[in-house]
């Protein structure tokens, strides 16, 4: 059975119960119950009970929790309902080992918050075999490194896509887009994203799902000329030259494979 390649990652606040009920209708590919920035200091005891409670019994959607403290693990990590940990502020390896002893079976996503995370990207995207995504947290990384344009975070994109890369992890989710009403800046921001190496994009809102998800799969085109490179390598077991005068070789193919399989994820 092919596993889904999720695309949408939709952020819901813990305190919130019928609010996580209702995210797993909205056709986000993984709901994500954040048990941090989005839940007030006051809610905090309520929020961790309700997402216990909530996370007794499977659910038919991937169900993630943010956390930051640590004291938060053990009492989900046995819980047949959770799906994954989203470590908040994690800026070295040992961040990750301590969760993993507590939840040795439990997959770990790292955000990457600060400059020093960036700068330890790849120590952490390596530092146990229970992580399995990095991604940045884009708000928080844009306040420590004073940047204004968003432009000014792409270098820090760029190295959590090669610290994945380099550490055999799927390509790091885009981090939210804050503005739930413009959707036009919404997909122009999915577009460079995706053109830096992201795959996919946490959410706030069920809105913008639908626009991160036509932005992260592939045009007609692109599968198109996907499945012309998969073919013409099919009949050529080398580099090739395709009737447009591109060169083909394996890493281009490979690439191809992997863009139909995008476009086949259903």
Do not use: N
């Not at 799906?83 to 993993?100: E, F, P, Y």
């Not at 070789?249 to 399989?261: E, F, G, K, P, Y």
């Amino acid at each position: 059975m092919t596993v889904k390649t999720p695309l949408t990652w939709l952020y819901v606040p813990g305190d919130r119960p019928d609010v996580v009920t209702k995210a797993l209708a909205s056709g986000a590919d993984v709901v994500i119950v954040d048990l941090e920035d989005a839940v007030a200091p006051e809610r905090k005891e309520y929020a961790r009970r309700a997402t216990a409670e909530f996370l007794r019994e499977p659910h038919p959607v991937p169900v993630h929790v943010r956390i930051t403290d640590e004291r938060d693990v053990p009492p989900l990590a046995a819980l047949p309902g959770l799906a994954g940990l989203r470590l908040a502020k994690v800026t070295h390896a040992s961040d990750i080992h301590r969760v993993a002893v507590r939840a040795p079976d439990v997959a770990l996503y790292a955000l990457l918050e600060s400059a020093l995370a960036v700068e330890h990207a790849h120590a952490i995207a390596t530092a146990h075999q229970a992580v399995r995504g990095i991604a940045l947290g884009e708000a928080d990384l844009r306040a420590d490194l004073g940047v204004r344009d968003d432009s000014g975070l792409d270098w820090a994109r760029g190295r959590a896509v090669v610290a994945a890369r380099a550490a055999g992890l799927a390509p790091p989710v885009q981090s939210v887009y804050p503005d739930v009403r413009d959707l036009d800046g919404l997909a122009a921001s999915c577009v460079r994203g995706r053109a830096l190496g992201l795959l996919g994009r946490a959410a706030i809102h069920p809105r913008q799902l639908p626009v991160i998800e036509d932005a992260y799969r592939p045009t007609p085109r692109e599968v198109a000329e996907a499945e012309e490179v998969v073919e013409a390598a099919a009949s050529d077991g080398g580099a090739l030259a395709m009737r447009d005068g591109r060169f083909v070789d394996a890493a281009i193919v490979a690439a191809a494979r992997r863009t139909l399989a995008l476009a086949k994820r259903d």
